[in-house]
């Protein structure tokens, strides 16, 4: 038996439990939505639960993930100087590629393989199925490799959860400062986003700035173990999602031109009305140099839109 | 390295921010020895030895393990090292069992006959998991791990502590009993020296970062004598002429006590004699290797703190 498959056998006993209701879990999710729910249309009970379970499952499955990640990373930790690993003949080239082999079959080939059979079983069209896997692989990369990177950066799972809350709190307070210092230097209209496929296509980058800095920090704490060295790559990735977020110019979401779609609304039909109950009106605001604006939040009854719209519309 | 040292290092330094933990540190552990390191808690025995493991980087200076380049360890290297520690943190999950099954294949010269008999010898139990393993049990079972791949090296930190009497005498007989039939190199570090007079025949005390003596226990102890001189007048003028290498001189009355730790020099004798008049009675006693640690260390605070004669 290889080395590899020796160590990556060792890692499965270690998260067996953890590994296995990861695994029932992916099945459950992909299973359930794939046979849609079974429920009567007026069982609102039994459609309630449907939906309560589906959106649970998912939830469920990322807490696992932020569990069973840190387990297997830090049973050969990277930091500190008190590791079993570090005293036996364990090279980093070969923890690196054992634990990414472990972390890419289990956790990111195996629920995208199960989701793609779910949707081959539900008669989607091979290429759409082409298309959506890399979008699939994609979605699990931006959360997989920064826990990863966390947990190369810390020692144990109480480290990897207070460096984690305090990496979340802090990016949150950095965000929300860089915003309100844009609505005060810019203005609402210039701070918002003007599109929002340029907004999908910022934000696609930024999960490609994550996704990069976190291999980046993984490759660093397993070949070389400077700590330091990898926490000014974390500090220069948030900086580069923040920008990229933030400034990114390219809108390669925005689809090409096409004619106008079939539910296109004519204005001459239509007919808003306002409620009377429960409607608010912000007072007159003006800010230099626009034109003086109110905000109306207010039951809405709109009338004259076309059929196909009015069935997409929420109630 | 030369063929006949296990380890070498020259200058080695390692710094933790302003504090130097291990400064020039130049030491030679023959192959087939059995090296004490010794020191005082804090003196910067662990941090040499995780420099020698490669697990912490030396700030300066070079060393070399088996003749592997200490500022990285080939895994080659590493298969010949056993290292046990009382800080290393085992997989605790594993039985220990799963532990040995674990190690095999790593190491090449892996034997599972002598894993057999020291199992049988050292009393554990296969299916009992780590965690639940008392730190004796625990520490026996890391033993029994790197014993088992026949180390050319044994790198022991501290493998005693907490330990109680039996497990050290056990743990101390299971080493020596295949240190001597394999002439494997130990290198084992203590701040007590009892642990390791018994079967060391090189030591080496570092102090404050600093190898303070680095030579045989043979010729250690045949270099230190504890002196005693009954004079026949006062004492106080005689005994501050003592030669630098006459440690903590003590004066009693007529009786001036200290180490001579140059007793082999030539003319040694004659030239302590010429220093008391000839009506004196003087003693001088062998010393065991414990009394001479503890003299240095005495002599090491009183330098430190200035009172050094």
């Known amino acids: 038996m290889s080395l590899l498959a020796h160590h990556i056998k060792k890692d499965i006993r270690h998260v067996r439990w953890l590994l296995g209701l990861w695994a029932l879990l992916v099945l459950a999710q992909f299973v359930l939505v794939g046979m849609g729910s079974r429920a009567e249309p007026d069982d609102l009970a039994a459609q309630f639960a449907y939906q309560a379970i589906t959106m649970m499952l998912p939830f469920l499955q990322a807490v696992l993930l932020i569990v069973i990640i840190p387990v297997l990373i830090h049973d050969e930790p990277l930091v500190g100087t008190t590791a079993f690993w570090y005293t036996r003949p364990i090279s980093r080239s070969f923890l690196l590629w054992s634990k990414t082999l472990f972390i890419g079959i289990a956790l990111i080939i195996f629920p995208a393989v199960v989701e793609l059979t779910v949707m081959a079983a539900n008669k989607a069209p091979l290429h759409d199925l082409v298309g959506i896997a890399p979008e699939i692989l994609y979605g699990s990369l931006q959360v997989i490799v920064p826990v990863f990177a966390l947990a190369a950066l810390t020692l144990n799972f109480a480290r990897f959860a207070i460096t984690g809350v305090a990496l979340y709190i802090g990016l949150s307070v950095l965000y929300l400062a860089i915003y ?6 810019r203005g609402v209209e210039e701070t918002a986003v003007q599109s929002q496929t340029l907004a999908l296509s910022r934000s696609m980058v930024s999960g490609g700035v994550i996704i990069v800095t976190g291999a980046m920090v993984v490759a660093v704490q397993y070949l070389t173990r400077r700590t330091g060295v990898s926490y000014a790559l974390v500090g220069l990735g948030v900086i580069g999602m923040m920008l990229v977020g933030s400034y990114w110019p390219v809108d390669f979401m925005k689809l090409p031109q096409e004619a106008p779609p079939q539910n296109a609304v004519d204005c001459a039909t239509l007919s808003i009305e306002v409620g009377d109950t429960s409607s608010r009106v912000s007072s007159s605001g003006r800010r230099r140099g626009r034109e003086p604006e109110q905000i109306i939040s207010a039951h809405m009854e709109i009338t004259g839109l076309p059929p196909r719209l009015k069935d997409e519309l929420p109630a | 390295m030369s063929s006949d040292s296990a380890i070498e290092t020259h200058e080695l330094s390692r710094r933790f921010r ?15 020895s059995v090296f004490a390191f010794l020191g005082p808690n804090g003196a910067g025995k662990t941090t040499t030895i995780k420099m020698l493991m490669s697990i912490l980087r030396a700030s300066s200076g070079s060393g070399t393990v088996l003749g592997g380049n200490i500022q990285k360890l080939r895994p080659d290297i590493v298969a010949q090292i056993g290292y046990v520690s009382e800080n290393q943190k085992m997989p605790d999950w594993m039985t220990v069992g799963g532990l040995l099954n674990y190690c095999k294949p790593w190491y090449p010269t892996w034997d599972d006959a002598l894993c057999e008999r020291l199992l049988r010898q050292f009393d554990l139990p296969l299916d009992r998991k780590l965690k639940h393993l008392s730190r004796g049990m625990k520490t026996k079972a890391e033993l029994l791990s790197v014993l088992a791949f026949r180390p050319k090296l044994l790198m022991l930190d501290e493998p005693f ?39 060391a025949n090189w030591v080496g005390i570092i102090n404050n970062g600093r190898l303070e003596l680095c030579e045989s226990v043979v010729g250690l102890q045949s270099r230190f004598r504890r002196v005693e001189v009954v004079l026949a007048g006062d004492s106080t003028a005689t005994h501050q002429a003592l030669p630098s290498d006459c440690l903590l001189p003590e004066v009693s009355g007529r009786t001036v006590r200290f180490i001579d ?10 030239a302590l004699r010429r220093l008391f008049p000839s009506d004196v009675r003087m003693t001088a006693t062998p010393m065991s290797l414990r009394e001479i640690f503890l003299a240095l260390a005495r002599q090491f605070r009183l330098v430190e703190g200035g009172g050094a004669k």
Not at chain 2, 18 to 32: I, S
Not at chain 2, 169 to 194: A, M, N, Y
Request: hydrophobic content about 40%.
């Open chain 1, 180 to 185: 309100l210092l844009g609505l005060y230097f």
């Open chain 2, 18 to 32: 302003r504090k130097n933990a291990v400064q020039n540190l130049t030491l030679r552990v023959p192959t087939g």
């Open chain 2, 161 to 199: 502590s907490g330990l109680d009497p039996l497990v050290r005498d056990e743990f101390i007989r299971g080493v020596l009993e295949l240190t001597e039939q394999e002439q494997w190199t130990i290198f084992v570090s203590s701040h007590d020296i009892d642990e390791v007079e018994r079967f």
């Open chain 2, 261 to 270: 730790s140059a007793a082999t020099a030539h003319e040694r004798e004659d």
